[in-house]
């Protein structure tokens, strides 16, 4: 794995009040401990050569902080809703910060927190980041599992809250080591994009974490 782009992107370390991805198999007992294994596809490159460079409001700061005071967005351009049409799946979505410099996802895996200091779905240039936890123990398996599943040219869309649908193509689906996790992947320039992102590889019992990401972008359709 080529070395992780230098820049002030946030980590998905996804660490929130205690449910840094945890895993089903927590409740499991002696069971074996679940595994979340996908061959990569499509055409995104492994690590970006050269990443965009995010805009100043995506820089975190390292510390504990919700929403940054300034927002690249409008009201009406916030998503509310997730639609996976191959996997039958919808989602609420709802805007998050950091959290000591990773993204503050919601407690349910049910929910897809949008990275608001980020681009909007339908902006013309930029990544539209989404994200939540695979599963957790006391709530079970979360929505963006579905995201094993789903192949190049598989559509997405994103309903914001004025009503308008953006459309997106799976572009590719592939995982990364969490600590190579690229920053290029959260640019607020370069061409617009949506990524989604959730836990991956193995998963440790002890410290209840997975240990890698899995990524899927896709491009707007048109």
Request: charged share 15%.
């Given at each position: 794995?080529?070395?992780?782009?230098?820049?002030?992107?946030?980590?998905?370390?996804?660490?929130?009040?205690?449910?840094?991805?945890?895993?089903?198999?927590?409740a499991l007992g002696p069971l074996q401990q679940?595994?979340?294994?996908?061959?990569?596809?499509?055409?995104?490159?492994?690590?970006?050569?050269?990443p965009a460079p995010p805009g100043p409001s995506?820089?975190?700061?390292?510390?504990?902080?919700?929403?940054?005071?300034?927002?690249?967005?409008?009201?009406?351009?916030?998503?509310?809703?997730?639609?996976?049409?191959?996997?039958?799946?919808?989602?609420?979505?709802?805007?998050?910060?950091?959290?000591?410099?990773?993204?503050d996802l919601p407690d349910d895996p049910h929910?897809?927190?949008?990275?608001?200091?980020?681009?909007?779905?339908?902006?013309?240039?930029?990544?539209?980041?989404?994200?939540?936890?695979?599963?957790?123990?006391?709530?079970?398996?979360?929505?963006?599992?579905?995201?094993?599943?789903?192949?190049?040219?598989?559509?997405?869309?994103?309903?914001?809250?004025?009503?308008?649908?953006?459309?997106?193509?799976?572009?590719?689906?592939?995982?990364?080591?969490?600590?190579?996790?690229?920053?290029?992947?959260?640019?607020?320039?370069?061409?617009?994009?949506?990524?989604?992102?959730?836990?991956?590889?193995?998963?440790?019992?002890?410290?209840?974490?997975?240990?890698?990401?899995?990524?899927?972008?896709?491009?707007?359709?048109?």
């Amino acid at each position: 794995m080529a070395r992780r782009p230098t820049g002030p992107g946030p980590t998905i370390g996804l660490a929130v009040a205690g449910l840094a991805c945890l895993g089903a198999g927590l409740a499991l007992g002696p069971l074996q401990q679940p595994r979340v294994q996908v061959p990569d596809l499509g055409s995104e490159p492994a690590v970006p050569v050269s990443p965009a460079p995010p805009g100043p409001s995506s820089s975190p700061s390292g510390t504990a902080s919700a929403l940054p005071a300034s927002l690249p967005w409008t009201v009406a351009a916030s998503p509310r809703l997730l639609d996976l049409p191959t996997q039958r799946v919808r989602a609420h979505v709802v805007p998050i910060g950091l959290q000591s410099g990773s993204l503050d996802l919601p407690d349910d895996p049910h929910v897809v927190g949008w990275w608001a200091a980020g681009a909007a779905p339908g902006d013309s240039s930029g990544s539209a980041v989404l994200a939540a936890h695979l599963d957790s123990a006391s709530r079970g398996i979360g929505v963006l599992t579905a995201l094993t599943r789903v192949l190049p040219g598989d559509p997405m869309m994103i309903a914001d809250a004025a009503g308008d649908v953006h459309r997106y193509s799976v572009d590719s689906r592939r995982t990364y080591a969490k600590a190579d996790l690229p920053d290029a992947l959260f640019a607020r320039s370069g061409p617009p994009r949506l990524v989604l992102i959730t836990c991956a590889g193995h998963f440790d019992a002890r410290t209840g974490h997975y240990d890698s990401n899995l990524v899927v972008v896709a491009r707007p359709d048109g």
